[in-house]
Nanobody, 125 residues
């Protein structure tokens, strides 16, 4: 059983930056592709970014490309989401996700084996 604990969320003004962290425990971190999803009130959960087990392959949704960057540190069992140039439409609860695979990343919530509890991000205009 893998436990994922997010941190780093909060409130920021438009144009600002935040870095989310997700610390994993209870499993072999390098066996998992990792990802970040978000869910705004009244909307479905959507993928934001994903990274393969080694960090050599990443995916960023078009809505965040060029503004957000996913990375991981396997020595620290942690995945990060650096968010810059934040917009009010980025306001959501952000969830860390893990998928047991070394041959792919994550593209859909149905592929996720473990979820974090979520961390809220609020961007004001």
């Amino acid at each position: 059983q893998v436990q994922l604990v997010e941190s780093g969320g909060g409130s920021v003004q438009a144009g600002g930056s935040l870095r989310l962290s997700c610390a994993a425990s209870g499993g072999t971190f390098s066996a998992y592709a990792m990802g970040w999803f978000r869910q705004a009130p009244g909307k479905e959960r959507e993928i934001v970014a994903a990274i393969n087990w080694s960090g050599t392959t990443t995916y960023h949704a078009d809505s965040v490309k060029g503004r957000f960057t996913i990375s991981r540190d396997n020595a620290k069992n942690t995945v990060y989401l650096q968010m810059s140039s934040l917009k009010p439409e980025d306001t959501a609860t952000y969830y860390c996700a893990a998928r047991l695979t070394r041959v792919a990343t994550i593209r859909a919530s149905t592929e996720v084996n473990y979820w974090g509890q979520g961390t809220p991000v609020t961007v004001s205009s």
